[in-house]
């Protein structure tokens, strides 16, 4: 497909579990980002990979959270021990330039709920 | 950080009917992004504006960046029932860096 596609669509996971999340970016973009979206509120910034380099992770809630993109595509977010405020939904973007672009272009989300 | 104002929040039509939604902020941005996201979906991108006073127009919709750089505005003509859903419109400028901050949102109901 010719979108970012997310894996997988819905996660339910027990308190204190690891949950992984997929994020296949539109291909040949640099610039890949991870955003949590809460019930009801707009998206908040996590964190911005240019290639496989991770330049801005400040959104990070807590060092629970790891994302990674080895080789500068496919992208991981990584939730250790996860904690009922962790439910939301988690969306990947990427764009075509350096620099986060301007125009960033989502995928539908992965929907996390922890019980 | 930056305040980003959406207005109104909330938004109830009949078909047919224009819409007109807005978003200020204290701060001066020089890219401005319209998305509408439907229930259970990410963002779409339908505008982006690239320069104070820019008017673009995607179909029904049109959207404007302020000449202050400090506001955008959004109107769609004709509201048809698949309008429905939650428009953001992030900004973004170099102080922003390259993460986009949304506001909460203009949630729209269009009644056939």
């Known amino acids: 497909g010719a979108g970012v596609s997310q894996s997988p669509r819905y996660k339910v996971a027990k308190r204190g579990q690891d949950v992984a999340l997929r994020c296949d970016p539109i291909s040949g973009h640099v610039s890949l980002f991870w955003y949590q979206q809460a019930l009801g509120q707009g998206p908040e910034f996590l964190t911005y990979f240019q290639n496989e380099a991770q330049l801005d992770k400040s959104g990070l809630p807590s060092d629970r959270f790891f994302a990674e993109r080895p080789e500068g595509s496919v992208s991981t977010l990584k939730i250790q021990r996860t904690q009922q405020e962790d439910s939301a939904v988690y969306l990947c973007?990427?764009?075509?330039?350096?620099?986060?672009?301007?125009?960033?272009?989502f995928g539908p989300g992965t929907r996390l709920t922890v019980t | 950080g930056q305040q980003l104002n959406q207005s109104p929040q909330s938004m109830f039509i009949q078909e047919g009917e224009d819409v007109s939604m807005n978003c200020t902020s204290s701060?001066?941005?020089?890219?401005w992004l319209w998305y509408k996201q439907d229930p259970g979906e990410g963002p779409v991108l339908l505008i982006a504006l690239y320069k104070a006073g820019e008017l673009t127009s995607n179909g029904r919709l049109t959207a404007q960046f302020g000449i202050t750089r400090k506001d955008s505005f959004l109107n769609i003509s004709a509201s048809i029932p698949s309008d429905v859903g939650i428009y953001f419109c992030p900004p973004k400028g170099e102080t922003s860096g390259s993460r986009l901050t949304f506001g909460e949102g203009t949630q729209l109901t269009v009644n056939p």
């Open positions: 973007a990427s764009s075509s330039s350096g620099q986060g672009g301007r125009e960033q272009y």
């Open positions: 701060s001066i941005f020089n890219t």
